[in-house]
């Protein structure tokens, strides 16, 4: 399930959020590999991403079989599992993928990625609440 061109994207983590940004990436085209360590999850996304694994991310020999460290284009999209957030951010840095976004759920979790090196950290709450309030304010086209 290797990436086969600049438009390959791996997608970690399947919850609310990975799920929308898996399915709006293939929607513009994007080959998507999705992760997740749920069944249930892996199941329904089935035939609606180009691969989609039943898989623990934060195991480094999963992620190698799965060609991780061959994409260019990352989304750590774990959150409430700080842990396995952490985990898994730390064997992608070693992997030197050259773009990595990684979910944050707080701010404190948010430093430590930073700290770790993701320099392209998502707080999916705060950024929708800023962007709302533009929305609110019919100011959104300066926003985007
Ligand atoms: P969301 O708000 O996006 O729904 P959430 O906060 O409810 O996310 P998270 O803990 O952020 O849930 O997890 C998102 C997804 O990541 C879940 O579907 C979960 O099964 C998956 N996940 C958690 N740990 C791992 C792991 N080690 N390997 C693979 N997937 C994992």
Redesign the pocket.
């Known amino acids: 399930a290797g990436p086969t061109s600049d438009r390959s994207v791996a997608v970690?983590?399947?919850?609310?959020?990975?799920q929308s940004l898996a399915l709006e990436l293939m929607d513009e085209g994007a080959e998507v590999l999705g992760?997740?360590?749920?069944e249930d999850?892996v199941q329904s996304l089935n035939g609606r991403l180009t691969h989609v694994v039943h898989?623990?991310?934060?195991d480094e020999a999963v992620l190698r079989q799965l060609s991780i460290p061959e994409f260019d284009r990352v989304v750590i999209?774990?959150?409430?599992?700080i842990q396995?957030s952490i985990l898994?951010t730390s064997l992608l840095l070693r992997f030197d993928i050259r773009k990595i976004w990684a979910?944050a759920?707080s701010d404190p979790h948010g430093l430590i990625l930073e700290q770790l090196g993701i320099q392209h950290v998502i707080y999916p709450e705060k950024d929708m609440g800023r962007r709302v309030a533009h929305i609110v304010l019919g100011t959104m086209q300066d926003f985007i």
């Not at 898989?55 to 934060?58: F, G, N, R, S, V």
């Not at 999209?77 to 599992?81: K, L």
Request: glycine share 16%; no cysteine; proline share 0%.
């Open positions: 970690i983590g399947l919850g609310r959020f990975g992760i997740d360590a749920r999850i898989a623990d991310a934060t999209a774990i959150g409430s599992d396995a898994v979910k759920v």
